[in-house]
Every structure is written in C-alpha cells, then in structure tokens.
C-alpha cells in the first residue's frame, strides 16, 4: 500500500477555546480574555497576546500583565456546542467532514477541487460559506496529509502535491507540538519535552529533524519522537494499518420518551459506549474515527465523525458523544438544532485498528467479558493465597502520601482512608512520588563539613543540606534542595488532654510534627555499587528526632 498521504483541506478557527468563551460571554471583540484550565493559559485572544499572555502562563503572571484580562474556564462542552454551526457550514459544501477538534476540521480534497475547479476555488468558497453563516474568522490550508495540512491552514498556505517536505523543513521544530491533537494523553504530554530535548542538541527546523534516521530516532527517543519525526519528513505519522470496520458493530438505542436534554441522553451515550468497546475487545480491535448518528421524532437525520489518531477509550468516546449532543441540543436552531427529541442514538467505529495500540487500565476501564475475566482471575488467585495476596490501591486525601493511598482486598469495598475533597493545606503539591516505601528508609543529612543538619526551633535547618545518606550506604552530593515544609498534625490533642484535665475525641491518634524537605541528588559515589547512576529526587521527612527517606522520585 502506498504511504503518499491523501490530500486533504483544513479549517482552523484560531483560538477557538476563548473566541467560544467570548461569544457565549458576549465580549467585545478587543476585550482581552484567556481561557484557563489548571490554573494555566489554554488559550489568548489577540489583544491579550499584545499584552505579553502566553499559552501555558500561569493565572498570577497572565493577570500581572494584563490587569485588565476576563478569565474564562475552560468548558469543551461549550466549545463543542458553539462550533457546530462552523461544522454544518463546512457540510453544506463538502460531504465527509471530521472534527479533530473544536476549531479544527478536516475533508477530503480530492471532490471539493473537482467540483469547484481546483483547491484553492474551493478553500476560497469555505471561507466565504463560513464567514457569511457564522461570521467566524478562519484560515485554510490544503496539503498532503492531516498534520501538513493543519500547519498549512496555521500559515493560510496551499501546498502543491509532493511539496509537503520543501513545506515543512524550514519550520520551527516546535511545529511538532501541533501533532498533540492527534495523539494520545500520554504522547501529548512528551512533545513539549522533545521540542526542549531537539533544540538543546541544535536541532532547530523540522527538516533537520527529518535529516535524522528513522531507526537512530526510534532508539535514542521513543515512539512519540517517531511519529512526530515521521510527520515532519511529509509522511503520515504512522504508517497506513487501519481497516475497515467489521459488519455489525453499531451499536443502537431507541429512546423512549424521546430526550431533549444533554444530561439524559449522557446517560445513554455512556452504556452505548461500554456496549460498543466490549464488541471491539472481544474482536481486538480499537476505533480511531467515531461516527455519532441520531434520528429525532420528526425523523431528522443528524451525523457527525470524530477522528482520533490514537484509538479511544470508553470515557473519550462517551466524552465526545455527549460534546456532540450538547452541539446539536443545544445550538441555535437556525444553525442546524433539531426541531424535536432526539428518538434514537447509533455510534459506529468508521476506523478501527488492533487494540494493541490502546492500553487500559486492567481495573476501572475493562468492559465486557474481559472484566469478567480479570475478576474470575483475582477470585481463584484468593483462593489459593487468601483473600490478602490480591489488593488495590484507593487513593484518598491526607498530607502524608503514606496515608493518601489504601489498599483493600480484591472484592472489599474500595473506600479510602481520609477522604480527597476537602482541602489538605500543607500537602506537598504535584508531581507526587512515584514509590512510597511500606516502612520509611533511615536516612542522614549531612553540611558541607560533614555535619548532620537539624531542625532548629523555628523549624528551619541548621544549614544547607550537601550530602545525604540513605540506609546507612554510601552518601549522595545533593544537586538542588527544595523546604523546608513543616507541618504539625493533630497538636490540639495535648491542648485538650493536658490543659483542662479532658480527653481529646481524637486522643487514640497521637500529634505528629513533621519537617519535609525534596533533594535531588547527584549519581556520585556509585560506579561500583552496581547501583542505578541516574539521578534521583526524595521527599524527605524529619520525624521523631531523624531523617526518613518518604518517597522518591523516578
């Protein structure tokens, strides 16, 4: 099968999160609005970038820059719902419309240039039919390929066919964050470190990283770096494996009232979605592009494709069925909104690949018979171990990460110890440790001159921690350090016990004070332990007169 990618055009409305969060907020266009999510810049309008607001910023950094900038949440419901009038406009020109995302769709090129004569008379004619139905701002790019097309329309730019490589090569190699749209949670969230990595080694174009060899890629750098090095030489960003679906798996449900309301039908979209992967599992395979389709009483006929390059789980695609309900629901009616109650729901896997490329947690997200399986599997391991061999983890509140997470026994109901909504004022912040010992590890901190560093009465340290020793072994030079963080736990039990002769609720639980501290530590002193010589972080904790090593960081 030949790898040439198919031609394609894409529309992209920039900046679409905030001009839908402005529209919905009715802002004057030059208002300054960001949308923010995390607590970060998800996007800017342009009179806020003026200003110096940048995507990823923080809220205190973007606001200090432009005091007079609107915060808006990010909401992809809304964002859904207020482009779907930009999606009906595409459609009445051009059949087989996909949305990669809201403010971004893509169509085949090759009818659209055949009926309108030529490429660039039909973006030109997109352009026009948007603007004139919506009278949203958009850009148009045609170009071999989805992720040379997306920069395409980024640029406003028509690429000749076979141009895609004279295209992309003189583009900054921080381009490839734009593949985060086409691939999964996990991939996404290592492009902006490859960008950080490419350009530390001076590699600065997506044509020097294209230079680079496919092989010595996949080997230095992973397979997310693959997909982004085969995306910037021009080819699809991986190679065509994808099949057409099986006959009968649409899954179907007749809704009985008829439902006009998003909550209601989300509740349908979820069991129709668990229908729908339980039959792709049971033949080992994975939905890449999901055609949403619905029937009203009056017997309107709507439909809608959402592509993905990695394939869905259960929770993405009933995500992107109740986005999609929500656009049809509760649009304007001028614009495409049903005239009645929806009467029936159908979602259909338009792509599917081996479900070798989709990873699920082997608890919460197992559907069908393959849950079945695993809890078949963890019953029989009990009954041979006792009901102790088999344990999840349930992740609760707590500031200690000792007591956040709680394992139960397989079966037993799966409630934390402390519970995770209220506030844990003093709870050391994201990311948390990636191992948490059973037993903290007895560790030393050590000066510069090789004394032990202790907490002082206004609970700070006694110097800066230089060396630190764990276990007794070998010592560590500490590269960076980071505390001290004390926390004091529980300190009104001796108040209430003591001081008036009364026995605290609590006084089975003793007070705790504690003292944390993060290090990052050097790979010195270990060329002949055998050990790991990467560095390594730790939470340390100053507890009970001593220094415990609390979790570590990998």
């Not at 902006?192 to 496919?214: M, W, Y």
């Not at 998003?262 to 992967?277: M, P, Q, T």
């Not at 440790?433 to 206004?458: F, K, M, N, Y």
């Not at 990052?520 to 002193?525: K, N, R």
């Amino acid at each position: 099968m030949s790898d040439v990618p198919a031609r394609r055009i894409v529309v992209w409305c920039p900046d679409w999160p905030v001009v839908a969060a402005a529209r919905a907020a009715e802002l004057e266009p030059l208002v300054p609005a960001a949308v923010f999510a995390a607590n970060r810049v998800v996007a800017c309008s342009a009179t806020a970038r003026d200003s110096g607001v940048r995507r990823g910023m923080r809220r205190r950094e973007a606001q200090g820059r432009c005091p007079e900038l609107v915060v808006c949440e990010h909401d992809p419901a809304r964002d859904v719902r207020l482009f779907e009038p930009v999606v009906v406009a595409v459609e009445e020109l051009v059949p087989g419309v996909e949305v990669v995302r809201p403010g971004l769709v893509a169509v085949p090129a090759r009818g659209p240039a055949r009926y309108f004569g030529g490429e660039e008379a039909a973006a030109e004619k997109l352009v026009d039919e948007i603007d004139a139905q919506t009278g949203v701002e958009c850009r148009i790019g045609v170009a071999d390929g989805l992720f040379t097309a997306i920069l395409a329309a980024r640029h406003a730019r028509h690429v000749e066919p076979g141009g895609s490589g004279d295209f992309l090569a003189p583009l900054p190699v921080e381009e490839i964050e734009q593949l985060a749209d086409r691939l999964g949670p996990k991939q996404a969230a290592e492009q902006p470190e490859l960008v950080d990595l490419l350009r530390r080694l001076g590699i600065r174009t997506l044509g020097e990283f294209a230079a680079l060899g496919s092989a010595d890629v996949a080997t230095r750098f992973g397979q997310a770096a693959l997909l982004a090095h085969r995306a910037a030489g021009g080819q699809e960003e991986r190679p065509v494996k994808r099949r057409r679906p099986p006959p009968g798996l649409v899954v179907t449900e007749e809704l009985d009232p008829p439902v006009d309301r998003v909550d209601r039908a989300a509740f349908v979209a979820k069991a129709l979605a668990d229908e729908l992967h339980a039959k792709l599992g049971d033949l080992g395979l994975a939905c890449t592009r999901l055609g949403i389709s619905a029937r009203t009483e009056n017997g309107e006929e709507l439909h809608r494709v959402w592509r993905c390059a990695e394939p869905l789980t259960p929770a993405a695609t009933a995500d992107r069925v109740r986005w999609q309900l929500d656009g049809w629901l509760n649009g304007r009616k001028r614009e495409g909104r049903p005239t009645s109650g929806l009467g029936e729901l159908s979602l259909r896997p338009e792509e599917v690949v081996g479900a070798g490329g989709l990873q699920l947690d082997l608890l919460s997200s197992a559907t069908g018979e393959a849950a079945a399986r695993a809890g078949r599997a963890f019953a029989r391991v009990q009954g041979m171990l006792g009901p102790e061999a088999v344990l999840t983890g349930v992740l609760g509140g707590g500031r200690d990460p000792r007591d956040q997470v709680r394992f139960v026994p397989w079966g037993d109901e799966r409630r934390a110890a402390l519970p995770a909504g209220p506030p844990w004022p003093g709870r050391i912040p994201a990311p948390s440790p990636t191992v948490v010992p059973g037993e903290p590890w007895p560790a030393r901190v050590l000066d510069e001159s090789g004394e032990p560093v202790w907490i002082t009465g206004r609970m700070g340290l006694s110097a800066a921690p230089h060396r630190v020793e764990v276990g007794g072994g070998r010592s560590r030079a500490v590269a960076g350090w980071a505390g001290p963080w004390p926390v004091a736990e529980r300190w009104w039990v001796d108040l209430l016990a003591g001081g008036s002769g009364q026995t605290a609720p609590e006084s089975q639980v003793p007070p705790r004070a504690q003292v944390r501290l993060q290090v990052v530590l050097t790979p010195d002193g270990l060329e002949d332990s055998g050990e790991e010589s990467d560095e390594v972080a730790l939470l340390l904790v100053h507890e009970r007169g001593d220094w415990w090593v609390q979790g570590a960081y990998r």
